[in-house]
């Protein structure tokens, strides 16, 4: 069973970046495809980014393409995710999340395909 702590939250100007962070403990990272999610203030969870337990296939939602990067190192048992360009509508708990099995490209893009989570880290940019 996979742990997950995030980290690396914080409070950030429009146009600004942040890299949060994914520590996964008690299990093997490389076992797992990894996801980025997050939850605004009054909204449901949305799904962000995604990695496959390779590293070889990611996925980002349409509002973050080119400006958020998702990538993972299995020897660090850590998944990133790099943010730049930062805008005020990106504020938001974000939550990493690990699915077990699919093949080595596989991507999950629903919550429902994640069975462990972690807390979440708040990402607030201000205008």
């Known amino acids: 069973q996979a742990q997950l702590v995030e980290s690396g939250g914080g409070l950030v100007q429009a146009g600004g970046f942040l890299r949060i962070s994914c520590a996964a403990s008690?299990?093997?990272?490389?076992?797992?495809?990894m996801g980025w999610f997050r939850q605004a203030p009054g909204k449901e969870r949305e799904f962000v980014a995604a990695?496959?337990?390779?590293?070889?296939?990611?996925y980002y939602q349409d509002s973050v393409k080119g400006r958020f990067t998702i990538s993972r190192d299995n020897t660090k048992s850590t998944v990133y995710l790099q943010m730049n360009s930062l805008k005020p509508e990106d504020t938001a708990v974000y939550y990493c999340a690990a699915a077990i099995g699919g093949s080595a490209n596989w991507i999950g893009k629903w919550p429902d395909n994640y069975d462990y989570w972690g807390q979440g880290t708040q990402v607030t940019v201000s205008s």
């Open positions: 008690g299990s093997t990272l490389s076992r797992y495809a």
């Open positions: 990695i496959s337990r390779s590293g070889g296939s990611t």
